[in-house]
């Protein structure tokens, strides 16, 4: 089985049905609307929607409420399964996204993705289904225009490698054409290591500049990629979120990487059939994998980003995401430094935020079950033809010209 370090994940499902030219004045509306409201986004906002949409006053999440109305499944955290190869007939669940604990002999399991009964003499019987109830507290069904969404990213202008970056170019041509996290209906921000311009005058929009001189943003570099470990920026553009305050007025916040052809209306049918739990709940988008939370598209509804912002402060210091580099406490991650996504699984498990399993939701060449037969040992492949994908996002996409090639694949426009 092939585990991936990094993490650096996203991609899947959900039909962008807009037609050709409704969607060319969408995007418009989009541009008009994120020129409009730039004053709002420097400073924590009294609006609930943006872009193409009017402003709504502000109220928090609907999902924040605690009345609960009826159970759901849920996957049980990484920490109460069972490692791979461990008999997990007492856990009933297993570390590895998207596997079960299978009866192979009497009183005798093991995790596997599936199992063939007779093979071996195996049994084969499903221990449980690996799942937990958790409350529910709301049902997305029942808002007509479906949950709302701010998103968010981290431009990184010093990423340790000598490789050219193409982010900030990415972000400012989505900026340009309502594109990405820049459609997403309760707002955008863009966090960095400095504050950099994003869209030219008459309206100038920044990144947010969350460098501090008490974290070291540069503790460790990945020895494959030559760039460094992300969880530090992260760690300070969390704080930052938490200190803006948007997310408290929308559904879902969303964090995608620049490279990363996400469509937020395709996310918003997605979440449309979920529901929002007591405690609230991330997507767990790759499977097959050591913890499946990958960073190319980062779900998380309310009450679970509540959840993180409350104790990100405690899990910078007690969860070992150093992983033995200089001083880092033992842990049983052997594959270096967390990067951000699994620093926010993993924090999210310790306090109580609920996975649920969500293996349509990107398809992503850093995810290795995504990539298709002859294409599994290749961490740089991508989707041929984007018109064929129904996942809410794809990835990666590293260029302007690539990006956006896959986005006129499903949108049928020319945006240059």
């Known amino acids: 089985m092939e585990l991936e370090v990094d993490n650096l994940i996203d991609d899947q499902s959900a039909a962008y049905e807009a037609p050709a ?6 995007m418009k509306k989009v541009v008009v609307g994120l020129l409009a409201g730039a ?18 006053q502000a109220v928090p999440s609907e999902a924040g409420q605690k009345e609960i109305i009826g159970t759901t499944r849920v996957t049980p955290p990484r920490h109460v399964c069972s490692k ?11 570390q590895i996204a998207g596997h079960k604990c299978f009866e192979l002999k009497p009183g005798h399991a093991a995790c596997n993705e599936t199992c063939t009964a007779g093979q071996n003499n195996y049994l084969c019987n499903l221990v449980s289904d690996s799942t937990v109830q958790a409350n529910v507290v709301y049902n997305w069904m029942s808002k007509k225009e479906g949950p709302s969404l701010y998103c968010i990213a981290v431009y990184t202008q010093n990423t340790g490698s000598t490789k050219k970056s193409y982010e900030l170019d990415l972000f400012r041509a989505q900026l340009k054409h309502g594109a990405g996290i820049f459609g997403c209906s309760g707002g955008w921000d863009i966090l960095s290591d400095v504050k950099v311009q994003l869209s030219p005058p008459p309206v100038e929009l920044f990144t947010h500049d969350v460098s501090d001189s008490a974290v070291d943003l540069h503790l460790f570099k990945r020895k494959h990629t030559g760039t460094w470990v992300n969880t530090p920026i992260f760690y300070l553009a969390w704080k930052k979120i938490r200190e ?16 990363a052809v996400f469509l937020p209306p395709r996310l918003v049918d ?31 509804s309310n009450q679970a980003v509540s959840v993180y912002l409350s104790n990100i402060e405690d899990c910078w210091t007690t969860l070992c ?10 842990d049983d991650w052997k594959y270096g430094p967390w990067g951000e996504d699994l620093f926010a699984q993993r924090c999210m498990d310790k306090h109580g935020a609920e996975k649920v399993e969500a293996f349509d939701l990107t398809t992503d060449g850093a995810c290795p079950s995504d990539r298709p037969e002859g294409q599994k040992k290749n961490k740089k492949w991508k989707p041929d033809d984007c018109s064929a994908v129904t996942t809410p996002a794809m990835h990666p996409f590293k260029t302007t010209k690539e990006w956006f090639s896959c986005l006129s694949a499903i949108t049928h426009q020319t945006y240059f």
């Open 244 to 259: 803006i305050g948007r997310w408290k007025y929308n559904d879902f916040t969303v964090k995608a990487d620049a490279d």
């Open 21 to 26: 030219a409704s969607q060319r004045l969408r």
């Open 270 to 300: 997605y979440l449309k059939a979920t529901t929002a739990t007591e405690h609230g709940v991330y997507f767990e988008n790759c499977k097959n994998v050591d913890s499946g939370f990958f960073g190319n598209l980062e779900v998380m």
């Open 321 to 330: 995401w150093k992983a033995g580099e200089r001083g880092g406490c033992a």
């Open 39 to 56: 004053v709002l986004l420097l400073a924590p906002v009294a609006t609930r929607a943006f872009g193409s949409h009017s402003p709504l």
């Open 84 to 94: 791979a190869g461990a008999d997990c007939f007492s856990t009933k669940c297993c």
